[in-house]
């Protein structure tokens, strides 16, 4: 890995009775895109909140460029960009005094840029916050996070609210921030987005990390339903025995199969070819669905949403 543009080392942080991160270490290399994926509850956000020093950890240390969170927080919130999961803003200044607001506070920024960004997300600053969508309102926090151009992007949930054209734009301003050499922090829910623009994830289970490593690690845990319709019957031993399929029952006498796939669907997309195919669909479901069976695998009952932030 490149020199470490984040460094956690053996964060804690309780509330009260409840648990947040426990004993967690990690370090993000300079120009990496790195996904911090975990259900709800896991200890994302009170890992990212703790790098923002918005909480102040029980122990252990977090570093930015090697600047100290907590100790350094004016310096580093220099060096960063962040979208929080839930932004709280103005709700009577319009977008464009939001993000006017923010240029001035980060000492003025190329103005040309900022028009392109709210350009590429065809964003109406003229109206007040208030009157945005979810949508739109999340264009307005993306955009103050990326107008700086910063060397850190630590970004919360980036893409909630976001419809499917203004994710692919989100994605290409990932993927250009990393070709410049900028770090980004991104945590998610969508395993399809953490696919499309991290290189490495890291995985939060209870308050604990408990996998870090590239993308082929998403196959261990990523699970998805394919339902084919085909022309006639076809019989679910022709699917059941496939690598990567956990399940397969037949539908609608024998026409329809549902099928349970885990990891790569090639071996059920070359057997269904071997038949007359009328339709298929594919469903992946939420990450904290996914995450609910790998707790399962692991033998560990699904608690995570009780008394963990």
């Not at 053996?10 to 009775?17: A, H, P, R, V, W």
């Not at 600047?67 to 803003?89: A, F, T």
């Not at 499917?164 to 991104?186: C, I, K, S, W, Y």
């Amino acid at each position: 890995m490149t020199e470490a543009m984040i460094e956690i080392e053996g964060l804690t942080k309780s509330y009260g009775g409840k648990r947040g991160i426990v004993d967690l270490s990690l370090q993000v290399g300079e120009g990496e895109v790195f996904g911090f994926l975990g259900p709800n509850g896991a200890g994302k956000t009170t890992t990212i909140r703790i790098l923002m020093a918005l909480l102040r950890a029980d122990s252990g240390r977090a570093r930015v460029a090697g600047l100290d969170c907590w100790e350094r927080s004016i310096d580093v919130k220099r060096l960063i960009g962040y979208v929080p999961g839930e932004p709280s803003l103005d709700p009577n200044l319009t977008g464009g005094q939001i993000l006017e607001y923010f240029a001035n506070l980060r000492g003025g920024v190329d103005h040309a840029y900022l028009k392109k960004l709210v350009d590429r997300f065809d964003l109406d600053t003229s109206r007040k916050f208030r009157q945005y969508s979810t949508g739109n309102k999340r264009k307005v926090v993306l955009i103050q996070a990326f107008m700086h151009r910063p060397r850190v992007l630590v970004l919360d949930e980036p893409t909630s609210g976001l419809d499917p054209l203004n994710q692919q734009e989100f994605d290409a301003m990932v993927r250009e921030a990393r070709d410049d050499g900028h770090t980004v922090f991104l945590s998610s829910h969508v395993l399809s987005e953490v696919e499309k623009t991290c290189s490495r994830i890291g995985i939060i289970r209870e308050g604990r990390l408990v996998r870090v490593g590239g993308l082929h690690d998403l196959a261990d845990i990523k699970r998805y339903e394919i339902t084919i319709t085909f022309a006639e019957p076809v019989p679910s031993e022709s699917f059941a025995g496939l690598d990567g399929v956990t399940s397969a029952e037949t539908l609608n006498n024998g026409s329809v199969i549902r099928i349970a796939v885990q990891g790569s669907a090639d071996a059920v997309i070359k057997t269904a070819a071997r038949y007359r195919v009328v339709s298929l669909t594919s469903i992946e479901p939420s990450l904290e669905d996914t995450f609910l069976r790998f707790y399962e695998a692991d033998g560990q009952a699904p608690k995570e949403a009780a008394g963990v932030v």
